[in-house]
């Protein structure tokens, strides 16, 4: 299934009225769209959508394009240098270094620029600001024990903290340390922690789950791509690897996530060799996997290095998606219209048949203690008529709830017969095991059977052998004893004809 796209006559600024639940839809945009690109980096705010920097046919790219929810149109943001606040504007590219590989992170009324790969080099990470309010950009001078420079890292926002994890340096080293920045203070420190952590890696996802957890998935060495999820123990600082359940994951990197309630996101990625297609789900609380929705192998949504973020549209929650690489570059951006997902009800109240009893019993119960009711203290006054509506209104009530009971009980009769027929397919399915699981053991003994039919076959062959060398060495006695016994023969003839030679000599000289 490939992303569908809104017909590009409709009225752009109505986009968000034709979404339908759990799909990508392309979104028309006026204005002049920005250039096509993948690492970049990307968040919401204000319902807009910054873009900024990335990476295009190994040319780093510097600017800041924004793009608005409710008009759906492109625009640049021109950015003004801190320290030439009170000049005329300056191009973006002079203020903002041309960056990829980077994080960014809303923080107050700006967006926080961490890291990145750029030609202009430093030995640790360096920290920008955009103001969202006057466009201004500068470098945050920071304290402590600052991380080494580096891009593909992630960055996660921990309360007032910046948790910065894992990425590549500058001399392509891979990195697995943790660092936390405080956002009040401005002043790094170096995270310790014990168990195993995960691999060095970079082109990763993290987020943060409970308050309490760090997520890592996925991501690369230089050789090899990964599918693992670790969680991090922000309290204990303990490192863990938990059993996943659910859909089998795909190896990948470049991959894009943003975590919404208890599910996580996961929106594509790759190998280099292909991308990942499908729009994952982690289930955080329950550590299962499922797969949410499925694009084409070439869809831009099957790409490395393009983003996804989350915003409110109609007080519903959306995600959007930026750019990416598979093939070509991609600069349209895509939404998705999130089905609402009550995570808090716990599942027997997410049951249709637990809702309609509780209901059924709950109407039953203010059906009787309405049957209940006693009249006989009521005063009414000497027109008996006029006094009558109240009781008049309390009979309506009790019909209309001997209605919604009568309902109810339907609706608990057609839930009620819908489990049996579940039942039934229950056990049609079990009696297919229980028959699936006979045959396999009747092969299993086949098996049995045959391996010992094997193994004999091998001692009798064994034995076959040991005779045929046997027979071989006899075979080469009788080829000795055949040329003792040729030996001999020539022996005797040669006796022979002596002797016959030495008797005729004699005969010859009595003749003569």
Wanted: with cysteine; glycine share 8%; hydrophobic share 40%.
């Amino acid at each position: 299934m490939g992303t569908e796209e809104i017909k590009k006559d409709m009225d752009v600024s109505e986009w968000f009225s034709q979404l339908t639940y759990d799909q990508w839809i392309a979104i028309p945009a006026s204005g002049a769209r920005p250039s096509a690109r993948y690492k970049h980096a990307a968040a919401v705010a204000d319902e807009k959508l910054y873009i900024s920097g990335g990476s295009r046919n190994g040319r780093y790219l510097s600017d800041v394009q924004v793009f608005d929810f409710r008009s759906s149109a492109w625009s640049s943001l021109k950015l003004k240098s801190e320290r030439k606040a009170d000049k005329a504007e300056d191009n973006s590219q002079e203020v903002l270094p041309a960056t990829s590989d980077h994080s960014m992170v809303k923080w107050g009324n700006k967006l926080l620029l961490l890291g990145g790969h750029s030609k202009k080099s430093s030995d640790s990470m360096t920290v920008r600001f955009i103001d969202l309010e006057t466009h201004l950009c500068g470098v945050i001078e920071t304290s402590g024990n600052a991380p080494v420079a580096r891009g593909g890292h992630s960055a996660t926002l921990v309360g007032s903290r910046l948790i910065i994890f894992g990425g590549e340096n500058s001399s392509r080293r891979l990195l697995n340390d943790l660092y936390a920045l405080d956002l009040e203070k401005m002043t790094w420190d170096v995270l310790e922690t014990t168990q195993t952590p995960p691999a060095p890696r970079f082109d990763h996802t993290a987020t943060l789950h409970a308050g309490c957890y760090l997520l890592i998935f996925g991501g690369c060495s230089h050789s090899i791509f990964f599918n693992d999820l670790h969680v991090l123990d922000l309290q204990t600082m303990e490192w863990s690897q938990p059993e996943i359940q659910g859909h089998l994951v795909a190896p990948r990197a470049g991959h894009a996530g943003i975590a919404i309630d208890e599910n996580w996101y996961i929106v594509g990625g790759g190998d280099n060799k292909n991308g990942c297609p499908e729009t994952l789900v982690l289930n955080m609380s329950k550590l299962a996997w499922s797969a949410l929705t499925s694009v084409n192998g070439r869809d831009p949504l099957a790409s490395e290095g393009l983003s996804v973020c989350s915003t409110l549209i109609d007080g519903e929650k959306h995600l959007v998606a930026f750019g990416g690489y598979n093939g070509k570059y991609n600069n349209e951006v895509f939404v998705m219209r999130l089905k609402p997902r009550d995570m808090l009800r716990p599942k027997i109240f997410q049951s249709p048949a637990a809702a309609a009893a509780a209901a059924s019993v709950t109407a039953a119960y203010a059906l009787a203690k309405s049957e209940k009711l006693d009249f006989s203290n009521m005063n009414f006054n000497s027109r008996g008529v006029e006094s009558s509506p109240s009781e008049q209104d309390l009979t309506i009530e009790i019909d209309a709830i001997k209605e919604d009971k009568k309902v109810l009980e339907l609706s608990l009769a057609e839930v009620r017969a819908e489990n049996s027929r579940l039942r039934e397919k229950i056990d049609e399915v079990n009696s297919t095991h229980s028959e699936l699981s006979k045959e396999l053991h009747s092969v299993q003994g086949q098996l049995v059977a045959e391996r010992s039919r094997c193994f004999k076959l091998e001692a009798q062959i064994a034995e076959l052998q040991k005779m045929l060398e046997s027979l071989q060495s006899i075979e080469n006695e009788v080829q000795i004893l055949r040329r003792q016994k040729s030996a001999i023969e020539r022996e005797i003839e040669l006796n022979a004809s002596a002797q016959r030679q030495g008797s005729g000599g004699v005969w010859r000289w009595l003749a003569g």
